[in-house]
């Protein structure tokens, strides 16, 4: 296990970074209506063969070539198709960077009701659930992530996370190992991997 506190400010920096939510995917709060404009299909949403060439890339892409493609896919799974929940998301991530974790997850509950398929807004209140204390709430959300999502690298190494922070290190490992098979080059999973080699040494995977 690390020796890092589950809590500690290390600790939710690496599950914020890993989850999606860099600080400069932070996008400016500029004047965004507050109903939905018509958008066409082609401006908001991929489609699965669109998607399904990316991960394929990403699946055989060298280190550099891989980054460009993870940026690609996650600022794409932050569209939604609605100004509102976009709004939303913006909001409520600002709140997270500014650690005000009440305000930032009534924005993503508001999001997650507006939009509840969207896979983001259940990995945003994952975020902050994990920042505010509550494993439980964090993994219900991170589950419906995957349920969403099932190629959501970053809520495949956060769920890896909680499950090594709770003692649970078979667990952890699968859901890192499953995060390299998406991406072989995503951050955390290899670390998170060799953490716990030894623990689940000898031990159905």
């Not at 509950?109 to 994952?126: T, V």
Request: charged fraction near 30%; aromatic fraction near 6%; avoid cysteine.
């Amino acid at each position: 296990m690390m020796e890092i506190s589950v809590f500690s400010p290390l600790r939710v920096t690496v599950f914020v970074l890993v989850i999606g939510f860099a600080p400069s995917a932070l996008a400016q709060d500029n004047a965004v209506p507050d109903t939905d404009e018509a958008v066409t299909e082609q401006q908001t949403q991929l489609s699965d063969e669109t998607m399904d060439v990316l991960f394929e890339r990403l699946a055989k892409a060298e280190e550099r070539e891989a980054s460009r493609i993870e940026k690609e896919i996650t600022d794409r799974w932050a569209k939604s198709g609605s100004d509102s929940a976009d709004l939303l998301l913006i909001r409520g991530r600002k709140a997270l960077e500014k650690r005000e974790m009440k305000k930032a997850i009534a924005h993503f509950s508001r999001l997650i009701a507006f939009k509840p398929d969207f896979a983001e807004g259940w990995n945003a209140r994952a975020t902050a659930h994990f920042a505010d204390r509550n494993l439980g709430r964090a993994l219900a959300d991170l589950y419906e992530v995957l349920r969403i999502e099932p190629r959501h690298f970053g809520a495949m190494i956060g769920l890896g996370l909680i499950m090594e922070s709770l003692d649970r290190e078979d667990d952890a490992h699968a859901a890192f190992t499953a995060a390299q098979e998406v991406h072989p080059n995503v951050d955390g999973a290899g670390d998170g991997i060799e953490r716990l080699k030894k623990s689940v040494e000898g031990q159905p995977i």
